[in-house]
Nanobody, 124 residues
Framework: QVQLVESGGGSVQAGGPLRLSCVASGYTYTYCMGWFRQAPGKEREGVAAIRTGDGFTNYADSVKGRFTISRDNDKNTLYLQMNSLKPEDSAMYYC??????????????????WGQGTQVTVYS
């Protein structure tokens, strides 16, 4: 069974960096992995995704130029480097996995396995 465990969340001052990690286990192949976030009272938002075969990445407009998604295949670990954080980036962040598909986009459906989330709080 696929298991995703996020870590790295915390409280950070606006403008600062934070790196999230997601360790994946229990599968032999994945097509795409992504990061999502959800703030209280808001809908879940797709933040970034990476296609595992060729490293193609896709970002939400709200984080382009500030966030970088990457993956260490040897460690089965997904990362999200977040720079220039803003208070509006505060949310619970989740990693998710899409086993098969044609589109690796955090705005698209198809992510079937999810982690438990890690909280990010950005204060001004």
């Amino acid at each position: 069974q696929v298991q995703l465990v996020e870590s790295g969340g915390g409280s950070v001052q606006a403008g600062g960096p934070l790196r999230l990690s997601c360790v994946a286990s229990g599968y032999t192949y994945t097509y795409c992995m992504g990061w999502f976030r959800q703030a209280p009272g808001k809908e879940r938002e797709g933040v970034a995704a990476i296609r595992t075969g060729d490293g193609f990445t896709n970002y939400a407009d709200s984080v382009k130029g500030r966030f970088t998604i990457s993956r260490d295949n040897d460690k089965n670990t997904l990362y999200l480097q977040m720079n220039s954080l803003k208070p509006e980036d505060s949310a619970m962040y989740y990693c998710a996995e899409k086993t098969m598909g044609r589109v690796c986009d955090p705005q698209e459906a198809g992510f079937g396995y999810w982690g438990q989330g890690t909280q990010v709080t950005v204060y001004s």
